[in-house]
């Protein structure tokens, strides 16, 4: 199997193509490093340190992993992107290349107008691609849990479902609900895929991925295969967050009461997920939809866990809720559906989340020193009102 990565240089593109390189499939990769940029203009970094991508290609081992081919292009620009993709035909496509951050989209009117530009002129480009270049490539777009909001019914696993308005029903979009910009972005990208899969019937996997943690996925064993790892309250998510924090002995830092619930998945049941849904694509034309995640927890439950992994690990920290910056509910109803990973093999979470909490504390602890460097900026300061 032939398969891009838009988004290659990232937290979930770098072990995603560890994990297709080693099991002997073709990558070509594609990044504009920005976010490398942007963390640094935040004054953060990766907690893990990487190499830039040059180097990181190097250091694969040439026994375990074949090679990958690399382009330097923004995914917005068309004609470069377009040519990357004539070059290679590839079988599939995978999207990760996206600003991730909602607090960053939530800063002001133009992270806003950024965010929102970057990610749906980014993805029109590659249904314009796909439709140009070869109509059966398979598309594999990032989208988020963080679609649906935290609605007081059941979230099914399905594109469209059925409503009844005045007594008449018809079918409708899977309602979305979402809390930041950044989230509308990806709202807006399955709107414009269910689209281009209605009119030219190219074929789709449309994920709603959940918060992934992790330092690691079984092809990352040393230092130099490290992928990013960011807890800045911009760009980190919050068990990554969380397990920075105890490793710095300071306070974990739960918004509001903490009842948030949410549906997590680790890095490296993520990347199987993956590779599952690129190696059993729908049929041509398809349209899939799959809800990503192994478990639900309230951010409240993951700090108290993180808290009581930490101590018996001899590290002493304590739970200090911070006011909550966002506009979100923090007590809700909370049951998505999940059928499509576990129908292909993954049925739960492959790790106990306390094993692998305890695998990212051990991993960070030896850059508690580069890790100190950025304590200022975990607290959280985008305030969604402001
Ligand atoms: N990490 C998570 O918990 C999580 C959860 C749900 C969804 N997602 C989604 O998964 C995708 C990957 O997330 P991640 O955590 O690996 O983020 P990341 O920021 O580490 O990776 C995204 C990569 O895309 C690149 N990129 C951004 N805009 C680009 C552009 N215009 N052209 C080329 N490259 C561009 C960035 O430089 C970066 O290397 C994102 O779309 C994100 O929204 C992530």
């Not at 930041?180 to 807006?188: A, P």
């Not at 924090?245 to 549906?263: D, F, I, M, N």
């Not at 559906?337 to 049925?347: I, Q, S």
């Amino acid at each position: 199997m032939r398969t891009l990565i838009a988004g290659v240089d990232g937290y979930l593109g770098w072990a995603l193509a560890l994990r297709l390189l080693s099991k002997g499939h073709e990558v070509i990769g594609v990044d504009n490093f920005y976010t490398r940029k942007a963390v640094k203009e935040v004054g953060s970094d990766s907690a893990l340190p990487i190499g830039s991508f040059h180097q990181r290609v190097r250091g694969l081992p040439k026994d375990k992993f074949s090679k990958i081919a690399f382009y330097n292009v923004d995914v917005t620009d068309y004609k470069r992107l377009k040519k990357v993709i004539s070059k290679y035909k590839p079988d599939s496509i995978v999207d990760f290349a996206e600003q991730r951050s909602a607090p960053y989209s939530m800063r002001s009117r133009s992270t806003a107008a950024y965010t929102l530009s970057n990610n749906i002129v980014g993805t029109l480009n590659f249904i314009y691609a796909i439709k140009e270049i070869n109509k059966k490539i398979h598309f594999l777009k990032m989208g988020t849990m963080g679609e649906y909001g935290t609605p007081n019914f059941d979230i099914p696993e399905s594109t469209f479902v059925e409503a009844t308005i005045n007594g008449k029903s018809d079918r409708i979009i899977t309602p979305k609900n979402a809390g930041s910009w950044y989230h509308w972005s990806k709202v807006y990208d399955t709107d414009n895929l269910i689209f281009a899969n209605k009119v030219w019937g190219l074929t789709m996997t449309d994920i709603m991925q959940g918060p992934v943690y992790g330092t690691r996925t079984n092809d990352i064993t040393s230092e130099a295969l490290f992928t990013r790892f960011d807890f800045d309250e911009t760009w980190g998510t919050v068990l990554n967050r969380y397990c920075v924090e105890a490793v710095l002995g300071v306070p974990l830092t739960p918004y509001g009461s903490g009842g948030q619930t949410r549906a997590f998945l680790s890095l490296e049941d993520s990347v199987t997920a993956l590779s599952l849904l690129l190696e059993n694509p729908p049929p041509d034309g398809g349209y899939r939809t799959v809800n990503q995640f192994t478990e639900t927890y309230s951010v409240m439950e993951l700090a108290k866990l993180v808290r009581d992994k930490a101590s018996s690990l001899g590290l002493n920290v304590e739970i200090k809720s911070v006011d909550n910056p966002r506009v979100e509910a923090e007590k809700h109803y909370y049951n998505p559906e999940r059928k499509v990973l576990p129908a292909l093999g993954l049925k739960g979470p492959t790790k106990n989340l306390k094993d692998e909490v305890e695998i990212m504390i051990k991993d960070l602890l030896p850059y508690k020193s580069r890790l100190e460097k950025h304590k200022d900026v975990i607290a959280p300061k985008t305030n969604w009102r402001a």
